[in-house]
Each structure stands twice: as structure tokens, then as C-alpha cells.
């Protein structure tokens, strides 16, 4: 294992390291706001104890990466594989274009949250929020699985815009839905046949954080899905 004292150093000399070492299990100390930690990184460990900058995760290809505190914006861009689990909140554009792997976010994310994410053949394309999601969650969806459990309170837990421009995938939402959704989205409440599907993530969600998950699942769950017939997928799906 590598430890590295990240205070007062710039992103480009700890990524330097972490791209130099030979060693799979990596622990950053005194995170400052760096960027690109663990940019395209495959099969390490990283533990990052502290605030990395935008683009965390960014192109991971596989391995796990830890935040104990906060992390700010583009959280996994188009991350290919592995997991991110932030034991904090994430600032806007967490997921985007995320086409693989796993991330999981304690408690809320900020505006443009899994922005077209999608997901190949086989590939698991997974983000789970514990809290709440800013507007435009969801934007241009075309793969993979939103979660949002709203553990924040009983008002929504989402914001304006959600699922505009969906066009695959499935969001799902614990208790309440906004008044008013895009036209091209069908919401349900969530079945136990739909819930299976999410059951191993909301799982890890509580394994991670600590979280009880009976009383997670006490309330209710709302699955977003785009119409077949929904003008945008003409878009971006041969039929």
C-alpha cells in the first residue's frame, strides 16, 4: 500500500504517483480539491480521505475508489467499470455519460445527475443517491439504472426536469413524485418483479453507509421509463 500526503500538491504530481506505483491499494491523505484522481485507473484501491476535485473516477476502467468527505463535480465521466462510493455529497454532473460500473453517493448530488448514461450489452451502469438529486436527473438517459432513495426528508427528492429527453434505462424514486414529469416518461409505482432489479444495489447502498434497509424499503418506490413511443428515441435507436 502507498500512503501520500496530498496537501499543498498539485493534481498533476498525485496523479503522477498513483500512475507510477506499483501498488494496487493507494490511501490520499489531505485531499485539497485535486483533479482526476484515479482518471482511467483499472484494479486499484484508491481511499481518498479529504475533497478531490471535478472529474473523479473519470474513464475508470475497473477497481474501487472511496471518498471519506465530499466530492464536487463530474464525479465518474464516462466511467467504463468499477465502483465510486462517496461517503458525503457530489456536485453536478455525477454520471455523465457513465457507461459502466457503479457509483454510490451517501447522502445528495447536485444539478445533472446521470446525464446520458448507458450501458453496453452486459455492462452494469448503476448510480444510487442516498438523498436528494438537483434538476435535470436523468437527462437523455439511454441506459442503465438511476436510484434515488430521498433519505433527506418526505418532501421529492427530485428537482425540475427530471428524465427530459429519456430515451432508455430506469430511474427509480423512493416516495415522492414531482408534480410534473416529461411527456415521453411513464411513471409507476415500482413492483416487487421492478424492485428485484435494484435490490442488490440498494443492498450495497446499506452495506457501505450503514444504512437499515427495511426501513428503506418501508415507503414505496416510482419507476420512470420512456414510452415506446416517445419522439427522442427515434433519435438515438435504429428500430
Do not use: W
Not at 466530492?71 to 455525477?94: F, K, L, P, R, Y
Request: hydrophobic fraction near 35%; glycine fraction near 14%.
Amino acid at each position: 500500500m502507498i500512503s501520500i500526503n496530498a496537501a499543498g500538491m498539485d493534481f498533476i504530481s498525485l496523479n503522477s504517483i498513483l500512475r507510477e506505483t506499483k501498488e494496487k491499494k493507494a490511501v490520499i491523505n489531505n485531499c485539497e480539491g485535486q483533479r482526476y484522481i484515479g482518471c482511467a485507473a483499472s484494479g486499484m484501491d484508491i481511499t481518498v480521505n479529504g475533497t478531490p476535485g471535478n472529474a473523479l473516477g473519470s474513464y475508470l476502467n475497473g477497481g474501487r475508489i472511496t471518498v471519506h468527505g465530499n466530492a464536487q463535480d463530474a464525479v465518474g465521466d464516462t466511467m467504463n467499470g468499477g465502483e465510486i462510493i462517496i461517503h458525503g455529497s457530489a456536485g453536478d454532473g455525477i454520471g455523465l455519460s457513465q457507461r459502466g460500473g457503479e457509483i454510490y453517493v451517501r447522502d445528495s448530488a447536485g444539478y445533472r445527475a446521470g446525464v446520458h448514461m448507458k450501458q453496453y450489452r452486459d455492462k452494469t451502469t448503476v448510480l444510487v443517491i442516498g438523498g436528494s438529486a438537483g434538476s435535470f436527473l436523468g437527462e437523455y438517459l439511454a441506459g442503465g439504472y438511476i436510484i434515488v432513495l430521498g433519505l433527506t426528508g418526505d418532501h421529492c427528492p427530485i428537482s425540475n426536469f427530471c428524465a427530459a429527453g429519456m430515451h432508455g434505462g430506469k430511474i427509480f424514486v423512493r416516495g415522492v413524485l414531482p408534480p410534473s414529469l416529461p411527456r415521453q416518461v411513464i411513471a409507476a409505482e415500482a413492483n416487487a418483479e421492478d424492485m428485484s432489479a435494484v435490490q442488490p444495489y440498494i443492498d450495497k447502498y446499506c452495506r457501505y453507509f450503514g444504512k437499515d434497509k427495511d426501513d428503506i424499503l418501508s415507503k414505496p418506490f416510482h419507476m420512470l421509463t420512456p414510452d415506446s413511443k416517445n419522439p427522442y428515441k427515434m433519435l438515438y435507436v435504429f428500430n
